[in-house]
């Protein structure tokens, strides 16, 4: 069976300092991976999706950044914090042809 | 602009009652809608999904309705349980791209003993 994995759960990082959060999905190959953030009392935001290593779609401007170094790797990365970057980090993956997206525990990010 | 708008915003109800969550969206044309149950702290997980010729469909306790005229949904929760406390989520994916949902805000269920 498939599952999806992401660390660290719970982060608190000063502002300016550097981001990497990771996630990794088992089970499945050449999946499609998308990151979200969630505000509180927001919707799902996407910043970025993946359909393939190296293949990197990007929503919306922001100083966030991914990578897919690997088939089921997906980082997200940021040089330097804001304190707007704070929020619930959710990583997602679709198997090919279907939509159906299956979410991973998330990351609960607080910059200070 | 392809919206999803859920209401009411936040819910309280006493175990054993029923509730219905509603979904309304402007997205046209669209291939699904989805409606995601969200625990506290962990990712949410799928409940239903109608594609637009599907009026209702059901998981267990949870209904699902959709009219595609109005463009509305609905989630009908039977004899809530403490374990429904959650966010409720309506997703749409519109039929114009690949794999880019659009999310509702999400209802916060509250269910007391």
């Known amino acids: 069976s498939q599952t999806i994995h992401q660390w660290p759960a719970t982060l608190v990082q000063p502002v300016g300092s550097p981001l990497s959060l990771e996630c990794t999905v088992e089970?499945?190959?050449?999946?499609?991976l998308y990151w979200y953030r969630q505000a509180a009392g927001r919707g799902l935001q996407l910043l970025f999706y993946?359909?393939?290593?190296?293949?990197i779609s990007s929503e919306v401007p922001q100083n966030l950044s991914a990578s897919r170094p690997q088939d089921r790797q997906f980082i997200l990365s940021s040089k330097k914090l804001l304190l707007s970057d704070s929020g619930f980090y959710l990583c997602?993956?679709?198997?090919?042809?279907?939509?159906?997206?299956?979410f991973g525990p998330g990351t609960r990010l607080t910059v200070l | 602009k392809n919206q999803v708008e859920q209401s009411p915003q936040s819910l309280i109800i006493l175990e054993g009652k029923n509730c219905t969550l509603q979904?309304?969206?402007?997205?046209?044309?669209?291939?699904?809608l989805r409606w995601y149950k969200q625990d506290t702290g962990r990712g949410p997980v799928s409940l239903t999904i109608?594609?637009?010729?599907?009026n209702t469909k059901s998981n267990g306790r949870y209904t699902a309705t959709l009219d595609a005229d109005t463009k509305q949904s609905s989630l009908h929760i039977t004899a809530s349980q403490l374990s429904d406390s959650a966010s409720y989520i309506c997703?749409?994916?519109?039929?114009?791209?690949?794999?880019?949902?659009?999310f509702g805000q999400g209802t916060t269920l509250q269910v007391k003993p």
């Open positions: 997602a993956w679709a198997g090919g042809g279907t939509d159906t997206q299956y």
């Open positions: 089970g499945t190959s050449n999946p499609n």
């Open positions: 993946s359909v393939g290593i190296g293949q």
């Open positions: 979904c309304n969206y402007t997205v046209s044309p669209f291939s699904n």
């Open positions: 109608m594609t637009f010729s599907e």
């Open positions: 997703v749409v994916r519109p039929s114009s791209n690949t794999g880019k949902l659009i």
